[in-house]
């Protein structure tokens, strides 16, 4: 190889290097907008609606307050639901299964060659 090819090779990946830096930042960027319009987009919505309630005399919600709610209810239930009576286990074993007389055994083949 020539030592101008080398340059060649050399300012071609400089070239390359540079244009995906700068595509990357731009893409970062117009993402970064996109978001913060969202964002504002809802901040928004929350404040209107908050003008709005005031406007009608009401009072105005918090922003987030559908997500309310007490992890410990669930556990409650479940551990209420397994205490039942009609819920037990039967003490002659796994609901679905049969006697171990129903059950058929299987000789294993040698396997094929």
Do not use: C, H
Not at 28 to 49: E, I, N, P, Y
Not at 63 to 92: C, I, K, T
Not at 94 to 106: L, M
């Amino acid at each position: 190889m020539s030592e101008q090819e080398v340059n060649v090779n050399g300012l071609m990946t400089t070239i390359a290097s540079t244009f995906l830096l700068l595509l990357g930042l731009m893409l970062g960027a117009a993402l970064f907008f996109v978001l913060m319009f969202v964002m504002a987009g809802a901040w928004l919505v929350f404040k209107v609606r908050q003008l709005w309630a005031r406007w009608l005399g009401r009072e105005p919600k918090t922003v987030w307050q559908g997500a309310r709610f007490d992890p410990r209810n669930g556990f409650r239930r479940a551990y209420a639901a397994a205490q039942r009576p009609g819920l037990r286990r039967r003490s002659g074993g796994v609901p679905g299964r049969t006697q171990a007389a129903d059950v058929t055994d299987v000789t294993p083949r040698p396997p094929a060659q």
